[in-house]
């Protein structure tokens, strides 16, 4: 696996000691000396956020200084925002240096050398601030399309906050977006992406699971005609809920968190086979799967639907995507499936139009595997050249808003891109994957597990013309809703026995809200 990374002792002790500091203060500010460390023995020891009956605020009301519940910040020492903002962005940030030094290496043009070392001294600047918790300043006028969307939130709400002190999702998306700003201000690297050797590299070591999947669905799965119908149907709900658990635990290893797993533990949180699936289900701690079954059905009863996609990673979780997507295809609950990705490099491993490009392409024409068989190989090309032709049918459709790589929250959709809300609101069935996404689809807050999922989304689930929402989401941060009415119970009794169960990706959550048909009016209030 890949190394650990830190950076210099000098930069990284004195951001520690003011990161610890400005918690026992209560403060999101950073102190001017690193070295002044209080003796707070006295004051309340930390606790956990606390919900009154003051929450959650009404809808009306919320914003991103007033979140629906408390919101995660990376001070919240007792949350995975702290160790991420401490730990995990310096870490991440500082292999993406390492990339691209190797990049440098394998230059030999003077103009392309000077341009990316001034690339790599943006980097280290940006290594500093996230060390000394800097104030968030404005993006820079980069000609990228979402500038106005990020300076207006940092101006209107989030002036004078710090990495840390800022809530959680919206600083460490920030940090995402300083980072393309790296490269989108020089002249030969612009879309240079510092996680691509990762990306690709992670699936040429998923072989196991990758052809397991590919010896399955090359071939068209149909049902003989002579089949009773009652059976077939079954049959293919037994199928249906398969590939929805494979398409939920394909996200299971995103590259961020895979700093410290080894190749072992990746290919068990990969497995597929039938056992496996049926005793992680289990796992599935808020589970819609009946009610997403009903919701395929009557869309096949309709003569197929639009469903929509909106990307998480990269690699292995997109070809699972890709596998659930073409069965939805062929058994036609989906006339056209539309994809939602990233327009430039997010959170480490989230899918670009370029990795989209690289895995189809890869399948048809790519010699990434080497011990396999030519019955694996063709098996992995006939799927792939099946894909492109859905892409060129116009049956799958990649989209790249520039919503996706804001720091807004999904709460804001309808507000801050009514012209994505639109789109998505003519969709059957919207699945949103992966953990990122279920953050911002809840504002990432610390609401409590028994909220019901159709709540805790908000305006995507009440404003008129809201889609009918699915999270698809193997739980990998705090943020824990829609687990029913013992919900509470069932987190407390997790934080007990398990510490850490809301971070290691072991359980997930199906989560399907009705949506909202009708007339999309004042998409401005
Ligand atoms: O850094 C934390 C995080 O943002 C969490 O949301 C999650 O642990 C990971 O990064 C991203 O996960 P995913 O790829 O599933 O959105
Ligand atoms: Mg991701």
Same mark, same amino acid.
């Given at each position: 696996m890949t190394s650990e990374y830190f950076p210099p002792t000098a930069t990284r002790l004195p951001f520690l000691e003011r990161a610890a500091n400005t918690t026992r203060l209560h403060s999101g500010e950073p102190l001017l000396s690193p070295r002044i460390v209080l003796?707070?023995?006295?004051?309340?020891r930390k606790r956990e956020i606390t919900i009154d009956s003051n929450w959650p605020m009404s809808p009306s009301k919320v914003n991103p200084e007033n979140p629906p519940w408390p919101v995660f910040r990376g001070?919240?020492?007792?949350?995975?925002a702290h160790a991420t903002m401490g730990h995990r962005l310096p870490t991440i940030l500082g292999k993406g240096i390492d990339d691209v030094i190797r990049t440098l290496n394998d230059q030999s043009g003077e103009d392309e050398i000077i341009d990316l070392v001034a690339c790599i001294e943006r980097m280290n600047i940006l290594m500093a601030e996230l060390s000394e918790n800097a104030t968030l300043r404005p993006i820079v006028?980069?000609?990228?399309? &979402?500038v106005t969307l990020w300076n207006k939130e940092i101006a209107k709400h989030f002036q004078g906050r710090t990495f840390m002190s800022a809530p959680w999702v919206f600083a460490e998306a920030y940090k995402y977006r300083r980072l393309r700003e790296c490269f989108s201000v020089s002249k030969y690297w612009?879309?240079? &992406?510092?996680f691509f050797r990762q990306k690709c590299d992670t699936f040429s070591r998923s072989q196991e699971a990758v052809f397991e999947l590919s010896m399955r669905f090359a071939e068209v799965n149909q049902l003989p005609a002579e089949m009773d119908e009652q059976i077939a149907v079954e049959k293919e709900r037994l199928m249906f809920h398969e590939l929805t658990q494979i398409c939920l635990w394909g996200n299971s290893t995103d590259l961020s968190l895979l700093i410290d797993m080894t190749e072992e533990q990746i290919k068990s949180l990969q497995s597929t086979g039938g056992d496996h699936l049926a005793s992680t289900e289990k796992n599935i701690l808020g589970n819609d799967l009946p009610q997403l079954w009903d919701t395929v059905k009557a869309l096949k009863a309709a003569g197929g639907g639009r469903i929509d996609f909106v990307l998480d990673n990269a690699g292995f979780e997109l070809y699972c995507d890709f596998v659930y997507a073409d069965f939805l295809i062929q058994s036609g609950f989906a006339k056209e499936v539309r994809f939602h990705g990233k327009r430039y490099p997010w959170f480490v491993s989230d899918v670009t139009r370029k990795d989209w490009n690289w895995l189809l392409n890869t399948m048809v024409y790519g010699q990434l595997f080497d011990k396999v068989s030519d019955q694996e190989r063709r098996s992995l090309k006939k799927l792939g050249m099946r894909w492109k032709e859905y892409e060129k049918q116009g049956k799958w459709i990649y989209e790249q808003h520039p919503?996706?790589?804001?720091?807004?929250?999904f709460w804001e959709l309808h507000s801050e891109a009514p012209d994505l809300f639109l789109h998505l609101s003519r969709s059957d069935l919207v699945f949103f994957k992966g953990d990122l996404n279920h953050r911002k689809l809840t504002y990432d807050c610390a609401a409590p597990a028994s909220t019901p999922f159709e709540k805790a989304i908000g305006p995507m689930a009440s404003?008129?013309?809201?889609p009918k929402v699915c999270s698809l989401r193997t739980i990998k941060s705090d943020v824990v809703v829609g687990l029913g009415e013992g919900g509470d119970g069932t987190a407390k009794r997790l934080d007990k026995e398990e510490p850490g169960w809301k971070i290691s990706g072991k359980y997930a959550v199906v989560l399907l809200s009705p949506g909202k048909p009708g007339k999309i009016v004042d998409l401005k209030s």
């Open positions: 003796s707070l023995g006295n004051l309340p001070y919240h020492e007792f949350s995975f006028d980069d000609d990228e399309a &979402d612009k879309d240079y &992406d510092v919503f996706w790589c804001s720091g807004w929250t404003k008129d013309g809201a």
